[in-house]
């Protein structure tokens, strides 16, 4: 079974420009999140789709971060405009199905942003 | 300016003792606690989880203990191996959220050989 592929790997850019990632979560997998992880600390929820619906995007700051996950499948995260406390790896995780027992997400390598 | 990431706990032990991890939670409405490993530049990689009804699940060389009248969680390595640095995070899962999945502080576990 292939696993949680995201792209790009790494990514650096200045303030105020604009980023985006991709994620493609394991085949079937009806449930899909986005965490950031910055240095040091846990990763944190950004938003979790089920299916192409948003579940929670409480800790998404909407003024600059969007996500989408169209046909509910891939997903794309894009931050407009960066800044310099976004510097993180975004984590994309997948699941068979939220909201039901023993499931188990599984992690992509991530995407390690530095904002300069 | 850049951000600061939080000094993490770390647990320093020697190839073959046993290892245990912490974990204290604060929300009681969590359906399971999952334990989760992380290497440097990996994603997360699930070890083994527990229902909220339960105090103790054994996996193979791993074992989780929940006590709900503390809040307190934690995850045995018996025979603790190199392969077993890294960081180790507690997560708690929501069901009647649509299986949100929140994690905690991590601890970094270093084996010396």
């Known amino acids: 079974e292939a696993g949680v592929a995201q792209s790009p790997r790494y990514k650096i850019i200045e303030k105020r420009q604009s980023v985006a990632f991709w994620c493609n979560p394991i085949s079937g997998h009806a449930t899909l999140y986005w965490y950031q992880q910055i240095l040091g600390q846990g990763p944190k929820l950004l938003i979790q789709f089920q299916n192409n619906g948003v579940v929670d995007d409480s800790q998404l700051p909407k003024d600059r971060f969007s996500a989408e996950r169209l046909k509910g499948v891939d997903s794309t995260l894009k931050i407009q405009p960066a800044k310099l406390e976004d510097s993180a790896v975004y984590l994309c995780?997948?699941?068979?199905?939220?909201?039901?027992?023993?499931?188990?997400?599984?992690f992509g390598q991530g995407t390690r942003l530095t904002v300069v | 300016g850049e951000s600061v990431g939080l000094h993490l706990p770390t647990l320093s032990v020697q190839e073959g003792d046993n290892s245990i991890i912490n974990c204290a939670y604060s929300n009681s409405a969590s359906d399971y606690f999952i334990w989760y490993k992380q290497e440097s530049g990996k994603g997360p990689q699930f070890i083994i989880d527990?229902?909220?009804?339960?105090d103790k699940r054994q996996g193979q060389r791993v074992t989780v203990l929940l006590n709900k009248t503390v809040k307190h969680l934690s995850l045995q390595i018996a025979a603790t191996q190199p392969g077993d640095s890294a960081v180790y995070f507690c997560a708690e899962i929501y069901y009647n959220q649509g299986g949100k999945l929140i994690f905690g502080q991590g601890t970094e576990l270093s084996v010396k050989p």
């Open positions: 995780a997948s699941s068979r199905v939220g909201g039901t027992v023993n499931t188990e997400a599984f």
């Open positions: 527990i229902r909220s009804n339960m």
